[in-house]
């Protein structure tokens, strides 16, 4: 019989932060902080690192982690909430965690206490499932209105930042004849007439009913990454470029040319729920 090599272990990392790290059979491997429930690393069974994490992340309660995959909920970007929402520098629960051959899984949680009802006046819990595959890593983020008579709205985004060799020899794709809003240009809105977005300076889109199927392509190290969403409608494309970075006290020298952050989310149109009502959108982020 085959022995079976997945690993299920909770362990003590930096700023002596609480972390799953979760090990595939194949030797694929991920971490999540319970900082944000954030994805910090994930493997593939070559050892090859996925995911960006920036050498000057801040692991404190109450900061986000520059890099991994951060959650933005229940407000993506600037507005009433800090920017991005409060989900991903909260410390979540480890709610459970699972292994079958194949799949090794965790289901993390966040739900309203008497602090979070004073910046957002509701009742509500988020789950975060983190399930490893052989070949690839799924997250899926599912929201529940418990309020009993209140409807809330939200806006959520799975923030992956994915290592790359190059920034200059990346594109991400496909985006043709896509209603796009252009930050860096004041928000304005624009289509697309590129089916690639190829970087020479700060980037940061939110591109409008994107595809399911986002590839992002860097030629100078020859990875390909494909990213398979289910439910978000959106995806975010940013690169902070130099002065933007430089401005980052969380990201070390240099360290923006290796990362485009490629983030599937649900930020032109609202979701609306009303009590009782769930919603669930997730990613699936392979290596090809
Ligand atoms: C992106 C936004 O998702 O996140 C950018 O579109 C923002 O505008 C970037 O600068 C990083 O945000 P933060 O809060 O993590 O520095």
């Not at 709610?95 to 799949?103: H, M, P, R």
């Not at 594109?171 to 624009?190: A, C, Y």
């Not at 990454?225 to 970075?245: L, M, R, S």
């Amino acid at each position: 019989m085959t022995q079976n090599k997945n690993s299920i272990r909770i362990l003590t990392g930096e700023g002596d932060l609480q972390y799953v790290q979760l090990t595939n059979n194949n030797g694929a491997s991920v971490q999540i902080y319970l900082l944000g429930a954030t994805v910090t690393s994930y493997k593939t069974e070559k050892g090859e690192d996925v995911i960006f994490q920036s050498s000057k992340a801040i692991f404190k309660d109450g900061k986000a982690i520059r890099g991994g995959i951060p959650i933005c909920f229940p407000q993506f970007g600037p507005g009433t909430l800090p920017q991005h929402g409060f989900a991903r520098n909260r410390l979540w629960q480890l709610k459970s965690t699972s292994a079958t051959f194949n799949v090794v899984q965790a289901i993390f949680t966040l739900k309203d206490d008497e602090e979070l009802r004073k910046l957002w006046n509701n009742r509500f819990e988020v789950e975060y499932l983190v399930s490893l595959h052989p070949k690839s890593l799924i997250t899926e983020l599912s929201v529940i209105n418990k309020n009993s008579s209140e409807t809330f709205t939200f806006t959520a985004c799975l923030h992956t930042y994915f290592r790359i060799g190059s920034i200059h020899q990346t594109q991400v794709s496909p985006f043709k004849g896509l209603q796009f809003i252009d930050k860096v240009q004041g928000g304005k809105q624009f289509t697309s007439e590129e089916n690639e977005v190829t970087f020479k300076g700060e980037t940061d889109r939110i591109y409008l009913k994107a595809s399911p199927s986002i590839k992002i392509e860097d030629k100078s190290a020859n990875i390909q990454y494909q990213i398979e969403t289910k439910g978000f409608t959106d995806c975010v494309v940013w690169n902070p470029w130099e002065i933007k970075a430089k401005e980052t006290v969380d990201l070390g020298l240099d360290e923006w040319k290796n990362f485009v952050c490629a983030e599937a989310g649900t930020i032109g149109t609202p979701v609306l729920l009303k009590p009782g009502e769930s919603w669930k959108s997730s990613q699936t982020i392979s290596k090809l």
